[in-house]
């Protein structure tokens, strides 16, 4: 199911992490996302509704509607916005648990492998130990290691695989159909 923003709106991201903010920088600059670089107000690591509130939603967006995008790892981090701010601005939470790792390991081509090991070793591991990514997080090696086209491509083939619940988006939700 790919996400669904206002018409003529505009997007905050709030990126919990270096390979959230990694995966949408890339994937804005070739233009696979759902929203383009002209809409988006800003990508931000800060992910507390009292800042974001200060920093960003006390602006004139005019009758550009804005949405926030959380890229986060888990669905319990609550983000509830204020009484006046929560009727005029969308918040839509993206989760990514534990997608940075299984992304690397389906780009690989090493997922069913991982598949038999799972309940013996969590995708961290499995990237250390069996891939040799020591550094699987790290913003430096997430930006060398990606291109927007395999980082699509491995987050779509992990909307396939996964179990995510009913309502649960992923990164493969913010792409455009291709």
Do not use: H
Not at 56 to 64: K, P
Not at 108 to 135: H, T
């Amino acid at each position: 199911m790919t996400v669904s923003l206002p018409e003529n709106g505009l997007v905050l991201f709030s990126c919990e992490g270096g390979f959230e903010d990694v995966a949408v920088r890339k994937l804005l600059d070739a233009g696979m996302l759902v929203v383009g670089r002209e809409d988006v107000v800003e990508i931000t690591s800060d992910r507390s509704v009292s800042n974001i509130q200060r920093d960003y939603l006390g602006f004139d967006y005019g009758e550009r509607p804005l949405t926030i995008i959380r890229i986060v790892d888990s669905p319990g981090k609550r983000f509830e916005l204020g009484r006046l701010y929560r009727d005029r601005f969308g918040v839509l939470s993206v989760y990514t648990r534990p997608e940075a790792e299984i992304l690397a390991i389906i780009n690989e081509g090493c997922y069913s492998d991982y598949v038999k090991q799972k309940s013996r070793v969590k995708p961290s591991e499995y990237c250390k130990q069996i891939l040799g990514m020591r550094n699987v997080k790290a913003v430096s090696y997430l930006k060398q290691y990606w291109n927007a086209e395999r980082l699509a491509a491995a987050a779509r083939e992990y909307k396939r695989v996964s179990k995510l619940g009913k309502d649960e988006y992923c990164i493969a939700d913010l792409l455009v159909e291709s």
